[in-house]
């Protein structure tokens, strides 16, 4: 069981180790989207958009539903927003400490 909690948890670290996926989350924050909106604000061509939004829903990050041709998606669980909120809060304190030994050392 713990082996398999472990591969779980990698495989959805896998799903954030890429920044076109984050920023899909943090575009999703707030409401649902459609594919065609998501890859204009993305900036992503039609199939390297489909390929991560498939990885996402397979790895239950996020959820979609239909509407006639249209798909739209959303984050399946708000809970995996505290957890990307908490590491951006832990990154930026790492870049306040760097730049305050950074700038100790220019002075």
């Given at each position: ?39 204009e604000r993305l900036r992503l061509s039609p ?61």
């Amino acid at each position: 069981m713990e082996d398999q909690l472990y591969s779980y948890h990698a495989e959805m670290c896998k799903v954030l180790s890429h920044p076109k996926r984050l920023e899909l989350i943090n575009t999703l924050r707030d409401k649902e989207m459609g594919a065609g909106e998501l890859g204009e604000r993305l900036r992503l061509s039609p199939a390297n958009l489909s390929q991560h939004l498939t990885m996402m829903k397979e790895r239950h990050i996020l959820t979609s539903r239909k509407e006639g041709n249209a798909a739209y998606y959303r984050i399946a669980d708000s809970r995996l927003l505290e957890a990307f909120d908490l590491l951006r809060e832990i990154l930026f304190e790492q870049i306040r400490q760097d730049a305050a030994l950074i700038q100790g050392k220019t002075n």
